[in-house]
């Protein structure tokens, strides 16, 4: 009998978490001090797939890159988390072109 438990693809999740922060103009410096990390080591193990980040540092980099935690997460559930209404979906599309637009003019 095949399993319905999710699970979180811990590579996928990995490369997830490098291209946001890639596409946020961070170093892994910046996220090192952000998550006050002694060495950038377990970061590193993040991009490899090697390891996750602690549900504490989740919770810290949704804060950084200003997204929820489960957006983080690259995982083989059968649905999409939905938003609440129309409305919201639309107003974090506006926002996301908004911060691309912003990206583009700093360069």
């Given at each position: 009998m095949k399993s319905n438990y999710p699970v979180i693809d811990v590579v996928r999740t990995g490369q997830k978490i490098k291209r946001i922060m890639q596409y946020k103009e961070l170093t892994v410096r910046d996220m090192q001090n952000f998550l006050e990390l002694s060495t950038p080591q377990s970061i590193y193990h993040w991009f490899e797939g090697r390891s996750l980040p602690t549900v504490d540092n989740l919770y810290a980099l949704s804060e950084l890159f200003q997204l929820p935690v489960d957006?983080?997460?690259?995982?083989?559930?059968?649905?999409?988390?939905?938003?609440?209404?129309?409305?919201?979906?639309?107003?974090?599309?506006?926002?996301?072109?908004?911060?691309?637009?912003?990206?583009?003019?700093?360069?």
């Open positions: 957006s983080l997460l690259v995982g083989n559930r059968k649905y999409e988390c939905k938003y609440p209404n129309d409305m919201y979906r639309r107003i974090l599309m506006y926002y996301e072109k908004m911060l691309r637009f912003k990206a583009e003019q700093i360069r």
